[in-house]
T-cell receptor
Framework: KAGVTQTPRYLIKTRGQQVTLSCSPISGHRSVSWYQQTPGQGLQFLFEYFSETQRNKGNFPGRFSGRQFSNSRSEMNVSTLELGDSALYLC??????????????FGEGSWLTVV | GNSVTQMEGPVTLSEEAFLTINCTYTATGYPSLFWYVQYPGEGLQLLLKATKADDKGSNKGFEATYRKETTSFHLEKGSVQVSDSAVYFCALMTNDYKLSFGAGTTVTVRA
């Protein structure tokens, strides 16, 4: 069974540009969530989607957005990139995440560098 | 809100030593608790989990017990190997669809 797949794995962008990251969840998983990992802030929750609906959103500016498609694949977009957006962006999937302890599987991440 | 506090590292051990990483939490409701591990340049891998009080999660020689009375979920391994060198994250989830992570503990095991 394939794991969570994220593309691209590495990318370099210039300040002011925008970026789109893609995530394919494990087959059968309908919940997809995104996290940002930086040395200074650690792992921070961005947003979570289930059946194309955003159910929760973290404390990030509106430049960060996401969506989920009918096949459960998800994308996140960051517009007007800032140097501080340089991070590892992790996607995770699960059958559901309603406090039931369902196992949440993470992808390898997309390393974004903003120059 | 939910929060996780875990022992600061880095932790350096010799092979076959005993490892403990402390983790305490604050949560509304009844959280599920997790330990994730991250190897260099990789994503997060679930190491073990516990979904209710007194549950013990175990995997690859690692264990952690969900202690509601002390709001703790300490990770232990009796005999570490060089291959256990990684960053370990304690995390919790309630019914808000998100994981709240601790800051991570870097563990280095020397041969």
């Amino acid at each position: 069974k394939a794991g969570v797949t994220q593309t691209p794995r590495y990318l370099i962008k210039t300040r002011g540009q925008q970026v789109t990251l893609s995530c394919s969840p494990i087959s059968g998983h309908r919940s997809v969530s995104w996290y940002q990992q930086t040395p200074g802030q650690g792992l921070q929750f961005l947003f979570e989607y289930f059946s194309e609906t955003q159910r929760n959103k973290g404390n990030f500016p509106g430049r960060f957005s996401g969506r989920q498609f009918s096949n459960s694949r998800s994308e996140m977009n960051v517009s007007t990139l800032e140097l501080g957006d340089s991070a590892l962006y992790l996607c995770a999937s699960s059958t559901d995440t309603i406090g039931s302890g369902n196992t949440i599987y993470f992808g390898e991440g997309s390393w974004l560098t903003v120059v | 809100g939910n929060s996780v506090t875990q022992m600061e590292g880095p932790v350096t051990l010799s092979e076959e030593a005993f490892l403990t990483i402390n983790c305490t939490y604050t949560a509304t409701g009844y959280p599920s608790l997790f330990w994730y591990v991250q190897y260099p340049g990789e994503g997060l891998q679930l190491l073990l989990k516990a979904t209710k009080a007194d549950d013990k999660g175990s995997n690859k020689g690692f264990e952690a017990t969900y202690r509601k009375e002390t709001t703790s979920f300490h990770l232990e391994k009796g005999s570490v190997q060089v291959s256990d060198s990684a960053v370990y994250f304690c995390a919790l989830m309630t019914n808000d669809y998100k994981l709240s992570f601790g800051a991570g503990t870097t563990v280095t095991v020397r041969a």
